[in-house]
């Protein structure tokens, strides 16, 4: 799966950072549900232009699977079951991806002509590594953005 960039190092088993959702993931932390949402779709949207996916017309869509990240995330804050902590976020993240990953398999499965053990497959391989990854740099963005936010109200 094509990512929005790619270091040496920063990728296992040839799976990088799912960097989209975790910016959806951090961005929905405080956010009402219809602004959550509309962020994991426009990510996805913004997503699919950059893999082309749009223009060719090939599914699956990315904007799904982040809309739904995006509404459970800020859900889950508004109902104050999840606390701002690293392993809370590390544990959102890794769930997030697992329900991103899923939900584009499960799109893929419906729409191609693919054998459904063989999407199975290749998906249990990319979302564990995909969360894996995912997870251990959420806290990372989350600090960033925290603090760019802090610098936002101070000015």
């Given at each position: 799966?094509?990512?929005?960039?790619?270091?040496?190092?920063?990728?296992?088993?040839?799976?990088?950072?799912?960097?989209?959702?975790?910016?959806?993931?951090?961005?929905?932390?405080?956010?009402?549900?219809?602004?959550?949402?509309s962020a994991g779709v426009l990510m996805g949207l913004v997503q699919?232009?950059?893999?082309?996916?749009?223009?060719?017309g090939t599914f699956p869509t990315h904007s799904l699977g982040l809309?739904?990240?995006?509404?459970?995330?800020?859900?889950?804050?508004?109902?104050?079951?999840?606390?701002?902590?690293?392993?809370?976020?590390?544990?959102?993240?890794?769930?997030?991806?697992?329900?991103?990953?899923?939900?584009?398999?499960?799109?893929?499965?419906?729409?191609?002509?693919?054998?459904?053990?063989?999407?199975?497959?290749?998906?249990?391989?990319?979302?564990?590594?995909?969360?894996?990854?995912?997870?251990?740099?959420?806290?990372?963005?989350?600090?960033?953005?925290?603090?760019?936010?802090?610098?936002?109200?101070?000015?």
């Amino acid at each position: 799966m094509a990512q929005w960039g790619s270091l040496p190092g920063w990728e296992l088993v040839g799976v990088n950072a799912d960097w989209s959702l975790i910016w959806v993931v951090v961005w929905s932390l405080k956010r009402p549900i219809v602004q959550a949402t509309s962020a994991g779709v426009l990510m996805g949207l913004v997503q699919d232009g950059m893999l082309g996916t749009l223009q060719s017309g090939t599914f699956p869509t990315h904007s799904l699977g982040l809309a739904l990240v995006g509404l459970l995330t800020s859900l889950l804050y508004q109902q104050r079951l999840l606390r701002e902590d690293a392993i809370m976020l590390v544990l959102l993240t890794f769930t997030m991806t697992i329900l991103n990953e899923t939900t584009i398999a499960s799109q893929r499965a419906l729409l191609s002509s693919s054998e459904i053990i063989q999407v199975w497959n290749h998906h249990q391989d990319v979302a564990l590594a995909s969360a894996l990854v995912s997870a251990l740099w959420a806290p990372l963005v989350y600090w960033a953005s925290q603090r760019w936010n802090s610098f936002l109200e101070t000015e």
